[in-house]
């Protein structure tokens, strides 16, 4: 009695239209894919009657009725509809990256200073931050039979997932400039930047130059010592010569204070936000003991010579012009030591520990004294790449993206009424801790932040003056 004849069974596998339009904050959804018929099932070919082998294995004769190779096929068709039913199988390669929902609504909030930017177009800038981090999509890979077959292909994901995070450097290098630019005239300081500040001197190379640690609680010339308490310091390096005896403080610090450094303002007559951002040197003759030793600390750390001094000065105007803004934060992936750092902060207090380290370079000696600086932590999971102001808020950029940017800074702005401000803190509250959501603008780029527990903290901590001989030793 002949056999029914088996047909081999083959996959069909097609590329797959996405849907990006549903991504949620702080990771990529899988996309929705729009099947082709067939993608990804299990189908029988099509019997071509001419290729078809008989028993004997020889090739019979070509068939006078293509219809009737088509019925013959029919009858061997198994179950209505055509196709067997999928059993569910794994998925791989699915990307990570950050994207915007609950803030991405198309329409502006009331009262927000951003101009226009709307649209509802999905937000495939943030959906392809995950590409900046590393994280590469690919089409879903369904397993059925024989699953040594798909194992080059599931090394070829994986390694496509894994080649960009591997590249990207963290913590994320602080971008220098090659000059300083002149800040915008729209950029006001309600107290002026180093009013008294002059030139730095050259000194005798053979003068003994006394190197003092300053630090006082933040505006304490408004607050007391207020800030003090909660221990948010200013830090700052002060000089004595000791043949001239004159002093001299030097600090660096926001030219447009700290609130316009550290969010932006929007400004209804530009689509992306502007920063007020920069941060300089201030130098000036004098030292005023009241104000360090009150409520801080002025305590000698280092002795060094006068040509060291000279050094050191031409380093600072090179500092001063390359690096001209200002970044708050720390962040980092937890506060377990070790952990992760994404993105360092640029303040007065790592001014102040850049200067220690080229004193040290020049051959300083320092004292084995304790030393404490104020820092504010953000904890994050890795943060995505979402673009620069051309990109985002361009002509061609992503104007979902651009109006989350927006409103997720609309809180922020200056000059608040008590009761604005509460409403503020409690959106600022919910955006940040609620729905873990952060946006970051460092180098003048947008990175988006999945916020994670404890979120902020100011902590005090300690960071030993630097070793001569261990930084002689590295250079």
Same mark, same amino acid.
């Given at each position: 009695?002949?056999?029914?004849?088996?047909?081999?069974?083959?996959?069909?596998?097609?590329?797959?239209?996405?849907?990006?339009?549903?991504?949620?904050?702080?990771?990529?959804?899988?996309?929705?894919?729009?099947?082709?018929?067939?993608?990804?099932?299990?189908?029988?070919?099509?019997?071509?009657?001419?290729?078809? +082998?008989?028993?004997? =294995? @020889? !090739?019979? %004769?070509?068939?006078?009725? $293509?219809? *009737?190779?088509?019925?013959? /096929?029919?009858?061997?068709?198994?179950?209505?509809?055509?196709?067997?039913?999928?059993?569910?199988?794994?998925?791989?390669?699915?990307?990570?990256?950050?994207?915007?929902?609950?803030?991405?609504?198309?329409?502006?909030?009331?009262?927000?200073?951003?101009?226009?930017?709307?649209?509802?177009?999905?937000?495939?800038?943030?959906?392809?931050?995950? +590409?900046?981090?590393? =994280? @590469? !999509?690919? %089409?879903?890979?369904?397993? $059925?039979? *024989?699953?040594?077959?798909? /194992?080059?292909?599931?090394?070829?994901?994986?390694?496509?997932?894994?080649?960009?995070?591997?590249?990207?450097?963290?913590?994320?290098?602080?971008?220098?400039?090659?000059?300083?630019?002149?800040?915008?005239?729209?950029?006001?300081?309600?107290?002026?930047?180093?009013?008294?500040?002059?030139?730095?001197?050259?000194?005798?190379?053979?003068?003994?130059?006394?190197?003092?640690?300053?630090?006082?609680?933040?505006?304490?010339?408004?607050?007391?010592?207020?800030?003090?308490?909660?221990?948010?310091?200013?830090?700052?390096?002060?000089?004595?010569?000791?043949?001239?005896?004159?002093?001299?403080?030097?600090?660096?610090?926001?030219?447009?204070?700290?609130?316009?450094?550290?969010?932006?303002?929007?400004?209804?007559?530009?689509?992306?936000?502007?920063?007020?951002?920069?941060?300089?040197?201030?130098?000036?003759?004098?030292?005023?003991?009241?104000?360090?030793?009150?409520?801080?600390?002025?305590?000698?750390?280092?002795?060094?010579?006068?040509?060291?001094?000279?050094?050191?000065?031409?380093?600072?105007?090179?500092?001063?012009?390359?690096?001209?803004?200002?970044?708050?934060?720390?962040?980092?992936?937890?506060?377990?030591?070790?952990?992760?750092?994404?993105?360092?902060?640029?303040?007065?207090?790592?001014?102040?520990?850049?200067?220690?380290?080229?004193?040290?370079?020049?051959?300083?000696?320092?004292?084995?004294?304790?030393?404490?600086?104020?820092?504010?932590?953000?904890?994050?999971?890795?943060?995505?790449?979402?673009?620069?102001?051309?990109?985002?808020?361009?002509?061609?950029?992503?104007?979902?993206?651009?109006?989350?940017?927006?409103?997720?800074?609309?809180?922020?702005?200056?000059?608040?009424?008590?009761?604005?401000?509460?409403?503020?803190?409690?959106?600022?509250?919910?955006?940040?801790?609620?729905?873990?959501?952060?946006?970051?603008?460092?180098?003048?780029?947008?990175?988006?932040?999945?916020?994670?527990?404890?979120?902020?903290?100011?902590?005090?901590?300690?960071?030993?003056?630097?070793?001569?001989?261990?930084?002689?030793?590295?250079?």
């Amino acid at each position: 009695m002949s056999q029914r004849k088996r047909w081999p069974t083959v996959w069909v596998q097609c590329s797959e239209e996405l849907d990006r339009s549903a991504f949620r904050v702080g990771q990529v959804q899988k996309p929705q894919a729009r099947r082709a018929r067939g993608c990804g099932e299990r189908t029988r070919p099509r019997k071509n009657p001419s290729l078809a +082998l008989s028993r004997s =294995g @020889r !090739r019979p %004769a070509r068939t006078a009725s $293509r219809a *009737a190779a088509r019925a013959r /096929a029919g009858r061997r068709a198994g179950p209505p509809g055509g196709r067997r039913a999928r059993r569910p199988g794994p998925s791989f390669a699915r990307g990570r990256g950050s994207a915007h929902s609950r803030l991405a609504d198309p329409q502006p909030a009331q009262g927000s200073e951003g101009a226009g930017s709307t649209g509802n177009r999905g937000m495939e800038q943030a959906g392809n931050a995950g +590409l900046g981090t590393g =994280g @590469r !999509r690919g %089409a879903d890979v369904v397993w $059925r039979r *024989a699953p040594w077959r798909w /194992a080059p292909a599931l090394l070829c994901l994986v390694a496509a997932a894994t080649d960009g995070s591997t590249q990207r450097q963290w913590p994320v290098p602080y971008k220098r400039f090659s000059f300083r630019p002149e800040p915008d005239p729209y950029c006001q300081a309600k107290y002026t930047f180093c009013p008294t500040g002059s030139s730095i001197p050259v000194m005798k190379d053979g003068d003994v130059i006394e190197v003092f640690r300053l630090q006082a609680p933040v505006w304490e010339f408004k607050y007391g010592d207020l800030l003090g308490h909660m221990k948010i310091m200013h830090d700052a390096v002060g000089f004595r010569s000791t043949s001239t005896g004159k002093n001299y403080t030097m600090e660096w610090y926001e030219l447009f204070q700290l609130g316009n450094c550290t969010f932006p303002h929007l400004r209804p007559e530009m689509n992306a936000p502007f920063w007020c951002n920069q941060g300089a040197a201030c130098f000036f003759e004098g030292i005023d003991d009241i104000h360090w030793k009150e409520n801080g600390t002025l305590v000698l750390v280092a002795t060094i010579s006068g040509n060291m001094f000279n050094k050191m000065a031409k380093w600072v105007k090179q500092d001063n012009e390359t690096g001209i803004y200002y970044e708050t934060w720390t962040v980092q992936a937890s506060p377990e030591k070790g952990a992760e750092t994404w993105f360092e902060s640029y303040d007065c207090s790592k001014f102040v520990l850049r200067t220690y380290k080229k004193l040290a370079e020049l051959g300083a000696e320092f004292k084995k004294i304790e030393t404490n600086y104020t820092r504010i932590f953000l904890y994050s999971g890795e943060p995505a790449y979402l673009g620069n102001e051309t990109s985002i808020f361009g002509p061609t950029g992503d104007k979902t993206l651009a109006l989350a940017i927006k409103r997720f800074y609309y809180p922020f702005k200056p000059h608040l009424t008590t009761k604005e401000f509460l409403l503020s803190f409690l959106e600022i509250f919910d955006t940040v801790v609620i729905h873990r959501q952060f946006y970051l603008f460092y180098n003048f780029e947008y990175w988006f932040l999945p916020m994670k527990f404890p979120f902020i903290k100011i902590t005090y901590e300690e960071i030993p003056l630097p070793n001569r001989n261990k930084t002689l030793s590295g250079l």
